[in-house]
Each structure stands twice: as C-alpha cells, then as structure tokens.
C-alpha cells in the first residue's frame, strides 16, 4: 500500500497505455513488503527534460524507468553514462547518486544475456552474432560484449549504424574481434534477432536459417508471438532458442539491484506479476 | 491496481511522511474500480513552481492534492482561483480543465461546513464565529460564507490579519454581515477554533467558554486529540461539536467530486480507509 514513506519508480514515456512494469514490480513490492511503487508517467518529449531533473529531486524518488520515446534522448541528459549505456547510446534506466548526479544504463541487453546464462549457455569468450544495429540491438551487443564474448559479428541493412555501433564497442572492449558486413551465422555459437522482422506477418527471415548451425543458441527480440517465425526454423534446425518475452523478464533483476532494491529471478518475478 | 491507463492525483507536499491521502484515497479506488491513484510525491518549494506545471502535463494526470508548504504558494500559480480559494489564499486542490489550464480550490472549509450539515445544523442564515484567520481559519470563513451563514464574526490576535480577511470575504460576499476584534462566542449559533491553540498540552483555551451558549455547536480544527481540552468545555457547557478529524473526512467527497471522479460519503471513505 502506497503511503507517505514509499519511494518513487516513474515509469517514463508516452504513451503509457501498453507499459507493463507497474503489473511486475509493483506485485513483487507488495509481496516482498518493499515500500516503494513504479508509477506510469505518461510525458511528451518536449517536457522530458525539465521533468526528469524534477521528478529525481522529489524526496521520495527512488529511480526512472524509462521508455519510448525517451531511450535516446536520456543518454544525453544524465550525468553519468554507464558504459552499456554509452554504447548502446540509449537509456532504459536513471537512478540518484547520493551527491544528487543522475545515472544511466541500459538494461535490454542484459536481460538478453541473463537469459543466456541461465540456460546454461556460456557467453565468456564464444563467438556471437547481432542482427540489427538500432537501440535493442546495440543494447545487446553492448551487455555480449560487456559479458566476455570472444568475437561480435555485426549487421545491419544500414551498414553505417553497425559501423557506427562497431566503433562504440571497440572503445570501451578495444580487444573484442569484431566483423561487420555479413548476415551468414554459420561458425556463431550465438545469434540474435535484434531487427524488427517478425513484427509483421509476411516479413522476411533476417538471415538464411540454411546456414545455421544446430549448436548455435538463437535469440529473438521480437514479441509478437511467443514463437516467431525465424524461432521456429531455428528450432527445425536442432537449435536451442530465447523468446523475446524471457529478455524483458530477465533484465528486471537486474533493474532492481541497479535501484538497490532487494533482488530475486526472473522466474519468480513473472510468477508474481499480474498481466492479464 | 496500477496500469498504464492509471490516471494519477499528485499528492504535493513536502514532507511526505505523514500523509494520509494515499490510505484514504487509494483503498476506495481500488474497492469501486476506479482507475486513479494518489501518489506521495515530496516536492520542495524551490521546484514547485516547475513541478507543479510539469506534473500537469503528463497525458495521465487527472489532479493534485496540495499540502504543506505550498498551499499557499499555489494560490499564485493556477491560471483560475474559485472564490472559496481565492478568500482563503491558498488552494488545496488543483485540476486541469480541458483547456490545459489550470484551477485551484480549497476544501478545508468545505470539509468542516460539510460536517455541520451532515449532522443537522443549518449554516444559511445563522451566526458563525471564526477564531483565527490563518490559512485554516480562513479557508472555513469562506466557506461558511458560500454555505450562506447570515453574519460572520473574525477574530485574531494579529487584527491584521483578520482584517485582511475580511476585505478578501467583502469582495466575494458584499452583503455578508462581518464584525471584527472579539472572541466572546455569546450569541452565536456557530463556534470555530480555527488557531493552533490546543496543538500543545497547556495552551489557553481561545475563548472564554463560560460565555459560550449551550445552544451553539463548537468545532475544532486541531487533530492532536480527538477531544481538546477545549471541545471538553465546550461539551461540559452542553455545546454540540465537531472534531478536527470530521473536517478531514468530510472534505473528501468534494475533492472526488472536483476531479470529476464517482464520490460517496464521508463515513464510507472512513470505513474502507487504511489509516492505521
């Protein structure tokens, strides 16, 4: 129950109708006796600015979910950038130092890598490859990298975002073998979907499913269905597989201890929350 | 429970830690299905006159409820002051219109002239009054003076103050008869301790109760206890009265009503409220 001591998560963005975090934090608060509660905000672009500096100095707030359209634009206006953050260029989270300084980071990729891991997959020094060089999936390569992996392929329709994404990645893992400019994920032990085909019916799968090796853990970002298209050739192949919906699960523990907020697993976390 | 389609009600203040709104407010929305919540948010004067314009704009703001210390600040902030708000000289309420503009109100008055009819004692008309003319003191002469009482004494020991009451009341309700610098209550129907008399063990009574009438009802602003030493006297002269807590109650259903939002009675949001 919401009182006058509970702690503030504002949930940013607009519009807000389809934001999901309240119905899977705020469950886990109250069962876990947190007090604290993730309250939607739905706020234009215009008026970001001014309200993300004001609504951290409320004395009750606690953090900053952050969403569409808002990713881009926060990465500009904390004071400081998390490295997955200033590599994917864009923030999902904001929390309060104690000296009052705003901190970013950018949780997508690791719920991406979360998942992984505890599939019993291995990231550290594998080899992995991500389609699409938009936010998502820079996210994703940001938290690969951040996890140890050997080497990063990289592709984009927009050869100049990989590039561009190639560039961010080498300065902060300036050992990491990257590759840019092919889709083939044949010898990767690792291959993500972070594009947007699969949202639509009809679109074309991202890579030649042909050409994907049967150890090879395939990754999707598209939420669409449960199984999407390109997961179910993956599937005929012998791959194993992530769901898009497990890489939203997966980064809220991690957005939790970011908060400094009692932690617990995905698992749990989806058997709390109320969706329906 | 929240969703993205929750309408927010700011709750405005600064501290947080003893509001009561959101264990009123919230258990009632959640039994009648109302999608709203009031949400503690701990605003600091510096950046409340940002904030305030701020937290209006969000697509899923549907109020505020203003508290210490910025009622009084916020009776210069809103784009349309009603009369009961501007008499007071502070707003306790505020909502947009669908203008974008917006409009401040104050119900404290309101909650305490709401108690009396709601247990039978007629206000058109008759004689009421007012010990202090601080925010409180005059939020309720305003008050007093829309409900229709005939005459209106005002009574503080800074006489200025009272006086600028007065002035404010005259503009609203020219044909109110008003009478200045006496506390002695014999002849009036309605008794109001609207000064912080009665916060600290010790404090004088604000009147001289052997002069009180037993017909006359008595109310009480302060909350320290449910029955102060001065409703004790005023009781033991036969008085009827009114505790401070009444007040707080029976306001509630005018803030409902001000947000467009299904209301009740003020024993019902007592019943279902979580105060404890």
Do not use: W
Not at 8 to 13: F, R
Not at 37 to 65: I, K
Not at 175 to 182: E, P, R, Y
Not at 251 to 261: D, K, N, S
């Amino acid at each position: 129950m919401i009182t006058g001591t509970t702690r503030l998560i504002a949930h940013l963005g607009y519009p807000t109708g389809s934001f999901k975090a309240p119905m899977i934090y705020n469950p886990y608060f109250e069962r876990e006796g947190i007090d604290a509660v993730v309250v939607p905000m739905g706020c234009g672009a215009e008026d970001y600015p001014a309200f993300l500096r004001l609504v951290f100095r409320l004395s009750n707030s606690l953090g900053a979910l952050v969403t569409m359209p808002h990713k881009v634009t926060t990465a500009g206006l904390v004071d400081t950038l998390l490295p997955t953050a200033a590599i994917a260029g864009a923030c999902n989270a904001v929390r309060r130092e104690p000296d009052g300084g705003l901190t970013g980071e950018m949780f997508d990729g690791e719920g991406f890598v979360r998942g992984l891991l505890r599939k019993g997959r291995p990231v550290a020094g594998r080899r992995a490859l991500v389609l699409g060089a938009g936010g998502v999936g820079s996210a994703i390569a940001a938290s690969l990298a951040k996890a140890g992996v050997g080497a990063l392929g990289l592709y984009d329709i927009d050869a100049a975002a990989a590039e561009a994404l190639a560039l961010r990645l080498a300065r902060f893992h300036p050992a990491l073998g990257l590759s840019l400019g092919s889709n083939d994920p044949a010898g990767f032990d690792i291959v993500v979907n972070a594009t947007p085909l699969g949202m639509r019916p009809g679109d074309p799968l991202p890579l030649d499913v042909a050409r994907l090796d049967a150890a090879s853990f395939v990754g999707e970002v598209v939420m669409a269905e449960e199984i999407t298209p390109f997961l179910a050739a993956a599937r005929s192949r012998g791959c194993a597989v992530q769901v898009g919906k497990d890489m939203l699960f997966e980064q809220i523990p991690a957005y939790l201890e970011f908060f400094g907020l009692p932690s617990t697993t995905a698992e749990d976390l989806r058997s709390v929350a109320r969706l329906d």
